[in-house]
């Protein structure tokens, strides 16, 4: 499988990072170069065989569905770049 | 007085006990050295000298009261990927930009429990992704090694280059790392230092900067195996905020360090014996297993078909996860922001500027891979194989194999900027191809100076255990520290 410059702008607008048109021969010629290498897997015959979910084998710990922690906004919003008593500013999303 | 830099961790933990000298001397000599040797290797991207001279002088008072941790007065730096309380956290990147969090990773906060003292933190592949350091925002690390007659600057490894250059460098006593494919044994091979990824669940990742959450542990950088294990036993435990953090008693590892390898069998695995593998390596590796023998440890050939299937499944794996994990920085929690038309483009314009080209690269093919009509073939075709790499270990192990004993990179350290390498991202890769099974896999994986390439670079050996047995690792890896008859020191130029 190999990408096309359509897919290559496609995959940037899913991962959100802007793709410059004259950066689409590039990131194309290197996604596919990995997808060559990652081709090899074809060759594994994995029938039969369970896909990986945890690697050591142990169930996921669960806890109460308490409150544990939390009550200081200030703290969270403390790195953001724009806040207003404590809320996260962004462009104007519903009109 | 000797130069206080130049102690092994044990030795200044001695000293310190002993009153030979203070953790205040100690942390000043640190400092003294960071900062002459700092501007010519770029190990540090943040240094923290008040808060190092605050932590000695309050070791200090311990001290002379006869109290204290297991670390008490140890400098130590850090990665730049273990959040610090109001300290620089920026996992090298742009994005991260000005970020200082709220809160102390728990391995961190292990090792300030135990005594020990902050210096700074330490340059890194930008979100641990790579293999030179040459993707960190600040620069690559530039090796304390060169070869003999050449001023040519050769890569500390990747992605804990920093880390393992201000080891190698004595400019902290030890260093915390962590290893997602490699990222503390590769660099530990290329600058003459000791590397431990312990088990996955062995030391809790909370508070670390996640790339790739199922492959990533965190782990020491150190100048001996004894120190490795020193720094082990503190970083280690179980902690309720890491879900796949493991509830196991922590050992004395330290303990276990000169408990030899009489009765062992050592694994040899035939798959990692790669097609046009250096003669040097090759040898490095005859001669690792001849010391392991002579020390009354049994050699034996072995398998792991599934060996050459791990790179690639990685390069499925940790994309995807990475491209999940680093959907949070968007411009508006954190960091940096690039100011948009509205949100879509803030994001976009934000993640375009503050990510560099490989995370890039790598967020968009675990984008791709888990995008809908191709997670089967790719995602879940690697978690397929990734079973059978453990598989391949499980059935060695069970079959009577204590520890098994690979080369530890292909190759030693290459130049800075070297062309091939940076016009080939899969060329970089293979870099890891005898670490990152371990990842696949979950084991603990130690790397230990071994010996020199025909230039004098050093040259490591990697020991792979079963799951957490990292005893018989620190015991292998201290046979083969003391076999080789050198110190693995670097000629200082800086």
């Known amino acids: 499988m190999s990408v096309d410059a359509a897919t290559v702008k496609r995959i940037g607008r899913l991962a959100r990072i802007r793709i410059e048109e004259e950066e689409v021969a590039g990131y194309q010629s290197e996604l596919n170069a990995i997808l060559g290498f990652v081709e090899q897997l074809a060759e594994v015959n994995v029938e039969g065989v369970e896909a990986m979910t945890s690697v050591m084998p142990m169930q996921l710990r669960r806890r109460d569905d308490l409150v544990t922690d939390g009550g200081y906004p200030e703290q969270i919003v403390k790195n953001a770049p724009l806040t207003e008593d404590n809320f996260f500013m962004v462009p104007k999303v519903v009109e | 007085m000797t130069d206080l830099t130049k102690l092994s961790l044990a030795a200044a933990r001695k000293g310190l006990t002993d009153k030979s000298f203070t953790a205040t001397e ?72 000005g970020f200082k969090p709220e809160y102390e990773s728990t391995v961190t906060a292990n090792l300030w429990r135990d005594g020990a003292v902050m210096l700074g933190k330490l340059n890194m592949d930008e979100f641990a992704m790579g293999s030179s350091n040459e993707t960190s925002y600040y620069g690559p690390v530039v090796n304390p090694h060169r070869v003999e007659g050449s001023d040519a600057k050769l890569v500390a490894g990747g992605s804990s280059g920093g880390s393992a250059a201000a080891v190698a460098a004595w400019l902290c006593a030890g260093a915390t790392a962590t290893d997602t494919g490699g990222s503390i044994r590769q660099p530990a091979a290329f600058t003459g230092t000791v590397g431990m990824k312990p088990t996955y669940g062995r030391a809790s990742r909370w508070g670390t900067v996640a790339y790739a959450s199922s492959l990533d542990q965190a782990g020491p950088l150190a100048r001996t195996v004894e120190d490795a294990a020193l720094l082990m036993t503190s970083m280690s435990g179980f902690d309720p905020k890491d879900s796949t953090s493991v509830d196991l008693p922590v050992p004395d590892f330290a303990a276990a360090v000169e408990r030899g390898v009489k009765g062992l069998t050592i694994g ?182 071994a010996g020199r390439d025909g230039q004098g670079l050093p040259l490591g050996l990697q020991l792979i255990g079963k799951p957490f047995d990292e005893e018989t690792l620190f015991a292998a890896a201290r046979v083969i520290e003391k076999s080789t008859g050198d110190d693995f020191a670097p000629t200082r130029w800086w």
């Open chain 2, 268 to 449: 040899v695995p035939r798959e990692y014996r790669m097609e046009g593998m250096p003669q040097e390596i090759e040898a490095l590796w005859q001669q690792g297993l001849e010391w392991l023998k002579a020390e009354g440890a049994t050699v034996k050939d072995i398998s792991l078909p599934h060996t050459k299937y791990a790179l690639p499944a990685y390069y499925v794996v940790s994309p995807a996860e990475a491209s999940s994990n680093l959907a949070r920085y968007d411009g508006v929690k954190y960091g940096l922001r690039v100011s948009g038309k509205d949100i879509t483009d803030l994001y976009e314009l934000t993640r375009a500027a503050g990510f560099g080209r490989e995370v890039k690269r790598r967020i968009m093919i675990g984008t791709y891979v888990l995008s809908a009509g191709y997670f089967d073939a790719y995602y879940v075709k690697a978690q397929k194989v990734r079973t059978l790499i453990k598989k391949d270990f499980e059935e060695v192990f069970s079959a009577g194999v204590d520890a098994i004993l690979t080369p530890a990179t292909p190759s030693a350290a290459f130049a800075i900027g070297d062309e091939a390498l940076a016009a080939d991202p899969v060329a970089m890769y293979l870099n890891d191809v005898f670490t990152v099974t371990v990842n696949m896999a979950g084991l603990p994986g130690i790397a230990v100076p």
């Open chain 2, 26 to 97: 100690l942390t000043d000599a640190y400092i003294g050295a960071i900062e002459a040797a700092n501007p010519k290797l770029n190990a540090y991207v943040a240094t923290t000298p008040e808060q190092a001279r605050d932590m000695a002088r309050a070791s200090d008072e311990k001290l002379a009261r006869g109290q204290g941790g297991p670390l008490e007065g140890i400098p130590l730096g850090v990665k730049d990927l273990f959040a610090t309380k109001g300290v620089h956290t920026q996992a090298a990147s742009h994005i991260l930009d």
